[in-house]
């Protein structure tokens, strides 16, 4: 087995192949990346057992005089890629070492035994479905943050994706806040998948690197998103995902509009002296509508202090006045998933859930639970 290519298109495709690497793994042989030679194109496979990730490397500068397959410790194989410049040479010299040249440096890296390495089927079946980069990237990006980071609920450590009546509901929820995202979707066969949180912050970063719609195939147990020469496979959480759609308020008698960055630094601003709560890890401040529909937002801490600020809505308050406390962190995080410029919260009571819409993102809705306060 030998070939020759430029580092730089090497090195792109070993970024891609190493959100596949396990942090720690029983199998020490998924510590390395699978390596396969053909006569014009090469194939890097990782995997941790939860995701699989598969690229194609065909380029101008690829040379190939050998073909073969091979198992590379990942770590070095990145490594050694990163600090040489030009054009790589590799080489099986011998049945378990393989040397790596560039310029005048020369690595001899023991390699791994092929036969240890799991067979991993990329099976392109099951439901098909295809999303435009940008629409897959604010899936992600608008529910990710809210599934829950503890496993013991493991069913909310990820994403929900739902699809029922031609309308895909991508929902989240760690029990304490909720995102939800609905999509329309025609001439699929109805699902009902959860991938964990884990896959979608791999997956998200990915879709950096690629413009290309990426085309979805749900199995029962796993899903494959095809992009450009990037297969990515994880999967799936069993279980049943809750029934969220109950929760959600329908009727609002308090409405608020707001400049979105004007809220998000004031909470931020607020949040610096707020009480934390230790069980969730978050900091609790309270939101206030005065009799005259002034809008006070403040934080008490008993041992350090407290601070208040006034904020201004940009449309009219009706409605009763209200005095509820919830989670600075949650607001803050449901606010940066928006890209409206201005949003509403909706109260349907000082302990019921509200809801935070935008003017722009029609689609999207976040709910947060209130804190009971005295």
């Known amino acids: 087995m030998i070939f020759t290519i430029k580092q730089d298109v090497l090195l792109d495709a070993l970024n891609i192949i190493q959100r596949g690497l396990p942090l720690k793994t029983p199998l020490p042989i998924l510590n390395g990346i699978k390596v396969e030679v053909y006569e014009d194109y090469l194939i890097l496979t990782s995997s941790n057992s939860d995701i699989a990730i598969q690229t194609i490397v065909s380029d101008d500068s690829l040379e190939i005089k050998a073909t073969g397959k091979m198992v590379v410790p990942g770590k070095y194989l990145i490594d050694i890629t990163r600090k040489i410049d030009g054009f790589v040479e590799m080489t099986l010299v011998e049945r378990k070492v393989l040397m790596i040249k560039s310029d005048r440096i020369e690595y001899k890296l023991h390699i791994m035994d092929i036969e240890d390495y799991p067979d991993i089927d990329f099976l392109e079946n099951g439901h098909h479905l295809k999303f435009n980069v940008q629409t897959l990237r604010s899936i992600i990006r608008e529910t ?19 699809l029922t009546e031609n309308q895909l ?12 995202k609905i999509l329309p979707l025609e001439n699929v066969e109805p699902f009902n998948i959860v991938i964990p949180n884990k896959s979608l912050d791999e997956l998200y970063r990915i879709l950096d690197s690629t413009l290309d719609d990426v085309e979805v195939f749900i199995s029962p147990n796993k899903t494959l998103f095809k992009m450009n020469n990037i297969l990515f496979q994880t999967r799936l959480l069993d279980g049943v995902y809750p029934d969220t759609l109950r929760i959600i308020p329908t009727e609002f008698p308090l409405s608020i509009k707001f400049n979105k960055e004007e809220l998000l630094r004031s909470v931020e601003r607020v949040s610096l002296l707020s009480p934390r709560d230790r069980e969730h890890n978050y900091n609790i401040i309270k939101l206030q509508v005065r009799k005259d529909y002034s809008i006070e937002i403040s934080s008490t801490n008993t041992e350090i202090g407290d601070a208040q600020e006034i904020i201004i809505p940009t449309g009219d308050v009706t409605g009763p006045s209200l005095k509820i406390a919830f989670s600075s962190r949650y607001l803050t995080e449901a606010l940066k998933s928006f890209t409206s410029p201005e949003v509403v919260l909706n109260f349907a009571g000082e302990i019921k859930p509200f809801v935070i819409k935008g003017d722009l993102d029609v689609d999207m809705l976040h709910l947060i639970l209130p804190v009971r306060i005295e």
Not at 146 to 155: G, V
């Open 144 to 162: 990710n943050y809210a599934t829950s980071q503890y496993e013991k609920r493991p069913i909310l450590t990820g994403v929900n994706f739902k």
């Open 169 to 180: 509901y991508c929902v989240s929820t760690d029990s304490y806040r909720l995102s939800q």
